[in-house]
């Protein structure tokens, strides 16, 4: 079965950066399909989308969130990353990770990779409190 795990959260002032990580196991990408993406839940509000990354390499942001978060991934590590930067406090959330084992072509994943209903699998969550 696939098991992905969050972790890195924590508090940190308004300002200040922090690393997520995102650990994959059970699952063997060998037609290279795995589509990778970071989601939160702000207090208050639904789970949105943060940042994709396809299995070729394409990325997607949140139009808010574009140069302070940086999403990549370390295939040899089965591991996803979530850089972020300039940290504010309404960046508060529950950051969850999540994997779409069918990842089409770069159009499919502009238009689906901040779709809820298309990914297979999904994280616990790790928290993430930005004070000011």
């Known amino acids: 079965q696939v098991h992905l795990v969050e972790s890195g959260g924590g508090s940190v002032q308004a300002g200040g950066s922090l690393r997520l990580s995102c650990t994959i196991s059970g699952y063997i990408d060998i037609d290279n399909s795995l589509c990778l993406g970071w989601f939160r839940q702000r207090p208050g509000k639904e789970r949105e989308g943060v940042a994709g990354?396809?299995?070729?390499?394409?990325?997607q942001y949140a139009d808010s969130l574009k140069g302070r978060f940086t999403v990549s991934r370390d295939n040899a590590k089965n591991t996803l990353y979530l850089q972020m930067s300039s940290l504010r406090p309404e960046d508060t959330a529950i950051y969850y990770c999540g994997a779409i084992t069918d990842c089409y072509s770069s159009g499919w994943f502009d238009r689906s990779w901040a779709v809820l209903a298309e990914y297979n699998y999904w994280g616990q969550g790790t928290q993430v409190t930005v004070s000011s």
């Open positions: 990354i396809h299995s070729h390499g394409w990325t």
